[in-house]
């Protein structure tokens, strides 16, 4: 029997996506948004100018309303600030003469539909161009630009049809905010003193409004399913932000314990923030290098805020997502330059874009793959293979990062490599272009950039001893690698249970990669999302790796796990887990470990 909460009535918990880690108790506050109620029409061609005139002054409402809410950021925490300005000052360009916007122009112009119609149709498609265009990273980075350009389009309608945006200000202080959905802009409107927590009911950790929750740092929760129905204005709630629960109508001894945990919270971020001034080392002074993944540049100041001493995989597919044309080498060199001269000396690693295969797009990146529905996109021709392919795309996204290795470190990293003559045809490549460059009396490093290899297939894995001949260095990505590994795809249902990084013939392929690297003396860092997990941390050691890529809200986390390990325990229970019969076994071993 559930116990009773206040007034006899039943405890209930509900369970979401844990985004921000903390406990919130308050009485809940519902914000609904108004419901936009938009009759399709079409027009006469005499209406055309009419409706092109209400489009623009729209437009020109949402430039302004993004501007002053730019201004209004300085309120904010630095993280914060550092999260949504560069995603406002996007949205401002797209609705300047961005493709979409001449879209919409041409849609009523054309089609001879109204401006809200044509606001309607055309930022769907392109969402759904983007939505279902290239997949790249492990964070739903397509699915996050669809909702920005369906966003833009929100905010378009509301002006066109001049219904109000909600607001927050006048809100109870201390009450747990639920809402159906929450996006970014929303989030900036929010004092991060007013809430003890959020709830929504869409929502998932890969979109922008999870970013900007952490760098605001209020306990969240999203997609939460069944939370509008099973919640009620001013109704007492929990809201525990790690293990993604909810708890409605709290019993007295749920209430305590929420107690209890939010004073244990406060304690181990106090702790937590006085680590980034302790050493990355075990027990018995073992340096474990923590960098941060980078997937698109606003994350940056969040890098630099993590604890991570160096960007360990940045992706460069963003340059490549919803634009008309590939990027040119000036255009890549900026990026990449701005990236490499943030990070202030940290070494930063770049990895060739892997496109291809299930990564497709309706934008520039379509006309690079022959057969536009591949018969096994995960088997196509994807990284390594499209670059050589096409070798005017890599030989420019080479030159690119040559240019910029002369303001920092940077290291060079090659995806999707099965085989040796893959590493040594983009090294020739690299030599070639180093020479044109050097001929042409552009600015360089002294040396060229370490060129490594994404350990990400089970061929590279049984090859590492091979490729270690030539490369600088090793990066071993393991969502890949399990998914190739184990032929499971962790996107589709009922195969999700046997995606494990942990199963023991993923972790095979792991040590035979590190013992590789050791013999050849080149260094191996782990990026994949086993990387941020802080149980998993002896048995990484315990196999050798001491270097980390994780996201950055991961890195201090996972330094205390390592400043809690003894290097000399790890290497049993490594030797047990290669040993074990399977991923359940593996966990039993780690869970045992840390009892």
């Known amino acids: 029997m559930k116990p009773a909460g206040p007034r006899g009535r039943r405890q209930t918990r509900l369970a979401g996506t844990p985004i921000v880690p903390g406990i919130g108790i308050g009485a809940v506050t519902l914000a609904d948004e108004p419901a936009l109620a938009v009759i399709r029409q079409k027009i006469a061609a005499t209406d055309i100018a009419a409706e092109l005139h209400q489009f623009e002054a729209a437009a020109a409402q949402s430039r302004k309303q993004l501007s002053r809410l730019n201004e209004r950021l300085a309120g904010l925490p630095d993280a914060a600030q550092a999260e949504i300005a560069p995603l406002l000052d996007a949205h401002i360009h797209m609705l300047g003469n961005s493709r979409l916007m001449r879209a919409i122009r041409t849609a009523i112009a054309e089609r001879l539909v109204s401006a809200a119609t044509a606001v309607i149709d055309v930022t769907e498609d392109q969402a759904q161009a983007v939505r279902h265009g290239p997949r790249y990273g492990d964070d739903g980075a397509a699915a996050r630009q669809a909702d920005e350009i369906r966003d833009i389009g929100r905010r378009l309608l509301r002006n066109l049809t001049r219904l109000p945006f909600r607001s927050f200000a006048d809100l109870p202080q201390g009450s747990v905010l639920v809402v159906e959905r929450l996006r970014p802009a929303d989030a900036a409107l929010i004092n991060p003193a007013q809430f003890a927590g959020i709830a929504t009911e869409e929502g998932s950790a890969e979109d922008h409004t999870a970013v900007m929750l952490r760098a605001i740092g209020v306990p969240a929760v999203l997609g939460i399913a069944g939370l509008l129905a099973a919640v009620r204005q001013d109704a007492v709630v929990v809201l525990d932000g790690e293990a993604g629960t909810l708890i ?23 702790s937590l923030g006085r680590l980034r001034r302790l050493a990355s080392e075990t027990l018995d002074h073992v340096p474990i290098e923590l960098h941060a993944n980078l997937e698109l540049p606003f994350e940056l100041p969040m890098v630099a805020q993590s604890g991570a001493t160096g960007i360990g995989l940045m992706r460069s597919e963003f340059l490549f997502m919803n634009q008309d044309t590939l990027p040119d080498e000036d255009r890549q060199f900026a990026t990449y330059r701005e990236t490499v001269l943030a990070m202030d000396g940290d070494p930063v ?53 040559l240019r910029a290795a002369a303001f920092g470190p940077v290291r060079i990293m090659i995806p999707m490599v099965c085989c040796l003559t893959e590493l040594t045809a983009v090294r020739q490549a690299m030599r070639l272009v180093w ?30 001893a091979t490729l270690a001949r030539e490369a600088a260095f090793f990066a071993i990505g393991t969502n890949d690698l399990t998914m190739y590994t184990l032929a499971v795809d962790r996107a589709v249902a009922g195969t999700v249970a046997l995606y494990d990084p942990l199963d023991p013939a993923v972790l095979k392929l792991i040590g035979m990669t590190i013992e590789a690297a050791r013999q050849a003396g080149i260094p191996v860092s782990l990026c994949g999302e086993l990387a941020s997990r802080t149980g998993a941390v002896p048995l990484l050691i315990g196999l050798g790796l001491r270097q980390l890529s994780m996201h950055g809200g991961a890195v201090l986390k996972i330094k205390r796990a390592v400043r809690a390990t003894d290097s000399r325990a790890c290497a049993d229970l490594a030797a047990a887990a290669l040993a074990a019969t399977g991923a359940a076994a593996v966990h039993a071993l780690i869970e045992d470990a840390a009892a």
């Open 248 to 270: 409605v109508n709290p019993s007295p001894a749920s209430l305590d314990e929420a107690a209890r945990l939010r004073a244990v919270f406060a304690r181990g971020q106090r």
């Open 349 to 401: 690693t770049i990895r060739l874009l892997d496109w291809g295969g299930d990564k497709q797009s309706d934008g520039p990146g379509a006309e690079l793959i022959p057969n536009a529905r591949e018969a096994n996109p995960a088997l196509g021709l994807r990284g390594v293979r499209l670059l050589l392919h096409h070798r005017s795309l890599l030989e420019t996204q080479l030159a690119a990062l």
């Open 435 to 464: 020479r044109r460059l050097e001929a042409a009396q552009i600015r360089l490093p002294a040396e060229p950039p370490p060129l490594g290899v994404m350990i990400e297939t089970p061929a590279a894995a049984l090859n590492a």
